[in-house]
């Protein structure tokens, strides 16, 4: 039970992470948005993390952020992330074995007790989590599209727009000439689109409009 007192929230740096908790996994995730190496404490924070590169809407992001505190309570968040109208919020993710309805009184309170502080924070269980076939295809596109060619991959884009029907599949598209790299650079990027809930293939269609 959470005992919710009436001090201002006081943000607790973490502790560095060398080792993960027992059956999770340290991993240095590449974020390009930031510029640096993110660590996750296991692998689920480093699936989000692809997510959070791809989404046009987050404009940067934390993972394990300082512990909000306040007396007689403290919150453990997964990510602060920041939206690109500016707006931040923090959340955490629920372990599998359990939905938040199951927390859904003392999450709320908390929630209610830290909104009065100007702070957003939201829960995610389980069912809230991508496909894993939509998380394995956007860390191939995102892993994949290291080292490629960003001017490249944009004359890719308006080539696809200037096809008929603006649409080609992977296989054509390096049949045309252009690199993995390039291709996926550009479908990560926004300016190409795939169906994120088919497996990538070669003879995945790539469209120059959103689908």
């Known amino acids: 039970m959470l005992v919710l007192g009436s001090s201002h929230v006081q943000k607790v740096p973490r502790q560095p992470l060398n080792k993960g908790r027992p059956g999770s996994r340290v991993t240095f995730f590449p974020s390009r948005k930031l510029g640096h190496p993110i660590t996750c404490g296991n692998l689920t924070q ?14 940067s992001y934390e993972c394990r952020p300082a512990i909000l505190q306040f007396e007689g309570s403290h919150f453990k968040a997964d990510f602060c992330i920041t939206l690109s109208d500016g707006s ?19 999450c709320h309170k908390l929630k209610l007790r830290l909104r009065d502080e100007g702070i957003t924070v939201a829960w995610l269980a389980s069912d809230d989590l991508p496909s ?42 390096l049949a045309y000439g252009a690199c993995t790299a390039d291709i996926y650079l550009a479908i990560f990027l926004g300016g190409l689109h795939v169906h994120l809930d088919q497996k990538l293939s070669p003879q995945s269609m790539v469209y120059g409009r959103p689908v």
């Open 132 to 173: 894993p076939l939509q998380t394995s295809n956007l860390r191939c596109l995102y892993y994949y599209s290291f080292g490629a060619n960003q001017r490249l991959a944009q004359s890719l884009c308006k080539y696809v727009m200037g096809l008929k029907g603006q649409r080609a599949t992977v296989e054509m598209l």
């Open 88 to 106: 931040s919020s923090y959340l955490k993710l629920l372990p599998y074995n359990v939905q938040y309805q199951e927390h859904d009184d003392e």
């Open 46 to 59: 480093a699936d989000l993390c692809v997510h959070l590169e791809y989404s046009s809407e987050v404009d």
